[in-house]
C-alpha cells in the first residue's frame, strides 16, 4: 500500500497498482478531457484507468468524475458519455449526473450556444455509504402542498393531493454554479500554472458531500493538487498521484506533501 499524504510522480495506471483493493473511500478527479487525450506528452489508457479505479474502491465507495467534451469538425466528441457507460460495465453504478455550471462568459462559434458547463458523474461502488448531501431552504409558499393540487402517479392517473405542509428544507440540486477565473477559482496565485484548475470551493463540496473525516481520497490525475489540498484542509487523507513532472512539483508545492518520485 502506498504512503498516505503524499503525491506519486508517474502514469497512474501503473501506481494504482501498489493501492490495495477495496482500500480507497472517495476518488475525485479530472481527466484531460477527449477520450484522454495527450497531456505534456503522456497517453492515457481510460479503460485501464477506469479498471484501476474500480478494484481500489471501497464498496460504498464514490468516484467523482469531472469530464467535458470538445467539438471537432463541428461535433462534440461524445466521450464524456462512452466514459459513464464503460464505467457502468465495469461494475459502477451511476448514481447521478451532475451539472459544474461555471458562471463566466465564453466566446464560443458563431453557431452554437456558449458552453458554461461541465458533467460530474458520481459514480458508486455498490450504494454509496456516505452521502452528506446539501439542504437549502424551501420557499415558504412552497411548503405548503394545497388541497387542489394533484399529482401523477407511475400509471399516468391523476391524484388529489392531500393538504400537507413540506419540511422547511430540502436537497440542493445537482447543478452547483462557481465562479471561475483568476482570483475566483482561487486565491492561491501558484494554481494558476495549471491550466485547466477547477474551483477549490467544487472540490470541498464533494469531499464533504461523499466522505467524512479521516477518510482516504485519491486523485489519480491530480494536476494542480485542488482536490488534495481540500481534502487535506478538510481532515482526509490523500493519495496524489501525477504523470508530469512540472505539474507533480507544482502539485506538492500546493499541499506540502513529500515527493515521491516512481517515474
Known amino acids: 500500500m502506498l504512503e498516505l499524504d503524499k503525491i506519486y510522480l508517474g502514469d497512474c495506471s501503473e501506481v494504482m497498482k501498489q493501492i490495495d483493493d477495496n482500500s480507497v473511500d472517495m476518488i475525485l478527479t479530472s481527466p484531460p478531457y477527449d477520450n484522454l487525450r495527450n497531456y505534456k506528452g503522456y497517453i492515457f489508457n481510460f479503460e485501464k484507468i477506469a479498471k484501476e479505479l474500480f478494484r481500489v474502491s471501497k464498496n460504498g465507495g464514490v468516484l467523482v468524475w469531472i469530464v467535458s467534451d470538445s467539438t471537432i469538425n463541428g461535433s462534440e466528441t461524445g466521450c464524456s458519455f462512452k466514459q459513464a457507460l464503460f464505467f457502468k460495465e465495469i461494475g459502477f453504478n451511476l448514481h447521478d449526473t451532475m451539472i459544474y455550471w461555471k458562471n463566466s462568459f465564453q466566446f464560443p462559434e458563431q453557431n452554437r450556444y456558449a458552453n458554461n458547463f461541465e458533467y460530474m458523474f458520481i459514480l458508486s461502488k455498490g450504494r454509496p455509504k456516505t452521502t452528506n448531501i446539501f439542504k437549502v431552504p424551501t420557499n415558504k409558499e412552497n411548503r405548503i402542498k394545497n388541497k387542489n393540487s394533484n399529482y401523477r402517479t407511475v400509471t399516468g392517473e391523476t391524484v388529489p393531493m392531500k393538504y400537507a405542509i413540506g419540511k422547511d428544507e430540502r436537497n440542493k440540486e445537482n447543478i452547483w454554479i462557481y ?17 485547466a484548475i477547477f ?43 501525477e504523470v508530469s513532472q512540472e505539474y507533480y512539483e507544482l502539485a506538492c508545492r500546493r499541499v506540502g506533501s513529500v515527493m515521491v518520485n516512481l517515474i
Open 179 to 195: 465562479e471561475v477565473g483568476y482570483q475566483k477559482s482561487t486565491k492561491d496565485k501558484e494554481a494558476y500554472k495549471h491550466p
Open 199 to 241: 474551483p477549490e470551493n467544487l472540490a470541498e463540496d464533494h469531499i464533504l458531500s461523499w466522505s467524512n473525516e479521516n477518510d482516504l481520497i485519491l486523485d489519480p490525475m491530480c494536476g494542480s493538487a485542488t482536490a488534495l489540498k481540500m481534502a487535506k484542509k478538510n481532515k482526509r487523507k490523500f493519495i496524489g498521484i
